[in-house]
């Protein structure tokens, strides 16, 4: 049995979808949007320990972090 969520997910992706996709591609756009969300978790944790003073951050783009402590 599915669980909701999985399923809720699904339906996201294949109602944006403009043509019928197959379970693979189902599978690479959810975890696009995973990696995409998660990257932006990762950086707003990042840039707090910039803020807080616990790590510093290089000038590249994007940038890269490195822990103080």
């Known amino acids: 049995m599915v669980d909701e969520e999985t399923t809720e997910r699904i ?5 944006e979808a403009d043509e ?3 379970a693979g591609e189902v599978q690479r756009r ?3 949007q995973s990696r995409d969300v998660t ?9 707090e320990l910039v ?4 790590a510093e951050a290089t ?3 994007p940038p890269a972090y490195r822990l103080l402590e």
């Not at 803020?51 to 616990?54: E, F």
């Open 11 to 15: 339906v996201e992706v294949l109602d």
């Open 20 to 22: 019928p996709l197959t």
């Open 30 to 32: 959810i975890a696009t």
């Open 39 to 47: 990257t932006g978790v990762i950086r707003d944790a990042c840039g």
């Open 51 to 54: 803020d807080a003073g616990r």
């Open 59 to 61: 000038d590249d783009l």
